[in-house]
Structures are given as C-alpha cells and as structure tokens.
C-alpha cells in the first residue's frame, strides 16, 4: 500500500524563478488537494480537484500559482515568479470523495526562496 | 480569521498518564473534525475523527470528545507513550463549501519517559 508520495521532498530557489511540484495520490483517491504549511501555522487550503476537475481555489491562490491534475492522476502545483514569501512547505492530500471524508497527506515539499 | 484555535501551543506529560489536547471552533456549520499528528519533516498523519452527529469516538488508547454546544473538541491519550510525542492538529470541515478542512495551529506534546 503506497500512500501520497511528493517530489521534490525539498526546492532551494531564487527570487523569481519557476518552480514545479508533483504529487502522486494513492491510487483509487478521486479527490486530491494542496495545501501550504508555514512555520507555527496549520495547514491551510490553497485548492483541490475531484478528478482531473479544479472545482475550489482558496483566496491564497494567487494568480502565480497554477494547479492541474492531467487525467486525475497526479497533480502539479506551479509557481512562476517565486517572491520569498512563497517559503513554506507544501503539502498534498488524497481521499476517496466519498462520505466523512479523510485526507490522506504527503510528505510535503520544503520550498525555500532565497 | 482563525477557525479552529488551539490555544496550548505545547504541552508536556508523563510517561503512562493521560494526554488531553484540545480545540475549539468558531463556526457551527462544521460537521466533521478531524485529528492529525505530525512529526518533524513529515506530513500529518490521520489519527482519529467524529462526525458532529456523535459526541464520542474512541479508538484504542485515542479518544475523541466533541462538545457541539461549546464549540470545543478534545483528544484524549492514555496512556501516553513517548512515541506520541509530536504536533497534533485539530481539523474541522465546513459541510457547504466543498471538501476543505480547516486546521488549527497546532499543541506539541512532549512524553516525558
């Protein structure tokens, strides 16, 4: 049984570069979420998909970020223009879409913009 | 605008005792809440969770207590293990806006051996 897996685990960047992440989410998980975890803070949602659908986008997406899920498999999460406050670790979710609902999450990937 | 408070930032107990964490929220129209726990370098992992249709849910040594009427959610550890020792973070779901959970800041449990 593999669970969430996320590439890179870490990104050192510049101001302004263009990152990319992936996420894999277990295999029969329908819906598949980002979230951003900054130092003393929770989780906080940034978007999801229900299948290759983005049906939410939280405010904190800013139109940096560029989210998709090709064939509601894996996902990317972009960010063109990193700025340093975009430092934080991001982390992916899964679950089946059905009932109380339980998020799975990955490991998560260290952003650090320098 | 926080949803979900967890006020202890840490908390530190004895080997064998009982562990209460706890959490509370703003917003009535939650009707899911969650617990995760989360160590270093890693993400959280599923815990234990409640439907806001029950006011109980246990699971091993791990018991969830939901109290709708004060808006507060506790976990309970007994007995605490020094391998519980790790961020705990309380989530909660919002039944009309789609699937996102909102989470709380988080109390660091330190077991003492």
């Known amino acids: 049984d593999t669970g969430v897996s996320q590439d890179p685990r870490h990104k050192i960047t510049k101001r302004g570069q263009n990152v990319t992440f992936r996420c894999d989410p277990i295999?029969?998980?329908?819906?598949l979420y980002w979230y951003r975890q900054t130092l003393g803070q929770g989780p906080e949602f940034l978007t999801y998909f229900q299948n290759e659908a983005q049906l939410e986008k939280s405010r904190l997406l800013s139109d940096r970020f560029s989210a998709e899920r090709p064939k509601g498999s894996f996902s990317t999460l972009e960010i063109q223009r990193t700025e340093q406050g975009d430092s934080a670790m991001y982390l992916c979710?899964?679950?089946?879409?059905?009932?109380?609902?339980?998020?799975?999450f990955g490991p998560g990937t260290r952003l650090t913009v320098l | 605008d926080q949803q979900v408070k967890q006020n202890s930032p840490s908390l530190s107990v004895q080997e064998g005792r009982i562990s209460i964490l706890n959490c509370d929220y703003t917003n009535s129209m939650f009707d899911y809440f969650l617990w995760y726990k989360k160590y270093p370098a890693e993400g959280p992992t599923f815990l234990i969770s409640?439907?806001?249709?029950?006011d109980k849910n246990e699971d091993g040594r791990f018991t969830v207590f939901l109290n709708k009427s004060a808006k507060h959610l506790s976990l309970h550890i007994v007995p605490s293990q020094p391998g519980d020792s790790a961020v705990y973070f309380c989530?909660?779901?919002?039944?009309?806006?789609?699937?996102?959970?909102?989470f709380g800041t988080g109390t660091s449990l330190t077991v003492i051996p």
């Open positions: 989530a909660a779901r919002r039944w009309n806006t789609g699937n996102q959970f909102y």
């Open positions: 979710a899964s679950s089946l879409g059905q009932g109380m609902d339980t998020q799975y």
């Open positions: 295999s029969e998980h329908n819906r």
């Open positions: 409640i439907s806001s249709i029950k």
